[in-house]
T-cell receptor
Framework: TQLLEQSPQFLSIQEGENLTVYCNSS?????LQWYRQEPGEGPVLLVT?????EVKKLKRLTFQFGDARKDSSLHITAAQPGDTGLYLC??????????FGEGTQLTVNP | DSGVTQTPKHLITATGQRVTLRCSPRSGDLSVYWYQQSLDQGLQFLIQ???????AKGNILERFSAQQFPDLHSELNLSSLELGDSALYFC??????????????FGPGTRLTVL
């Protein structure tokens, strides 16, 4: 069974601070997705990474896929209250279902 | 807007009843996935359909069933409902398993409340 472990589980920071969320597994994935979910709503896709070592930037968010394609990180620079939400990573293995992490609940305080 | 639609948005019913949740995938997507998310729990994969055929099963109860129709929309049927079935139910779609990146796009969900 493939597992994805996210850390930290909860994160509460002040506006303007930087943070990093980690997603780790002992399994190799062909792709890694990051989603953000707000209460009562569906997860919204932020990014998909597919190549080991790949780095993608989305404004203040930087996503990295590990060289061995077993882990990923999400770094947010100068966090804002609008970044508050549940961040989920999900690993794909070419044709099978996605494996989701348990999520990181981020709260950015004004 | 992901392009995935789900109806209804909210559903309130009683124990023992049966409900049907509906999902329309993004235009061009052939695969549909159903997930359950209970309070304070992660996304639990229920079942996947690809082009009308069941592709993979997760933690789906025997009281639950699903199907995908020729027009590619999907329905999740929940019967003999129990209090513990109260949850958010999400549908997601992707282009085709094994093609591209396995990226799934989620609908807005149906909140089911069983009283």
């Amino acid at each position: 069974t493939q597992l994805l472990e996210q850390s930290p589980q909860f994160l509460s920071i002040q506006e303007g601070e930087n943070l990093t969320v980690y997603c780790n597994s002992s399994s190799v994935f062909s792709s890694l997705q990051w989603y953000r979910q707000e209460p009562g709503e569906g997860p919204v896709l932020l990014v998909t990474v597919v190549t080991g070592g790949e780095v993608k930037k989305l404004k203040r968010l930087t996503f990295q896929f590990g060289d061995a394609r077993k882990d990923s990180s999400l770094h947010i620079t100068a966090a804002q209250p609008g970044d508050t939400g549940l961040y989920l990573c999900a690993g794909g293995t070419s044709g099978s279902r996605l494996t989701f992490g348990e999520g990181t609940q981020l709260t950015v305080n004004p | 807007d992901s392009g995935v639609t789900q109806t209804p948005k909210h559903l309130i019913t009683a124990t023992g009843q049966r409900v049907t949740l509906r999902c329309s995938p993004r235009s061009g997507d052939l695969s549909v996935y159903w997930y359950q998310q209970s309070l304070d729990q992660g996304l639990q994969f229920l079942i996947q359909y690809y082009n009308g055929e069941e592709r993979a099963k997760g933690n789906i109860l025997e009281r639950f069933s699903a199907q995908q129709f020729p027009d590619l929309h999907s329905e999740l049927n929940l019967s003999s409902l129990e209090l513990g079935d109260s949850a958010l139910y999400f549908c997601a779609s992707s282009i085709q398993p094994g093609q591209g990146t396995d990226t799934q796009y989620f609908g807005p969900g149906t909140r089911l409340t069983v009283l």
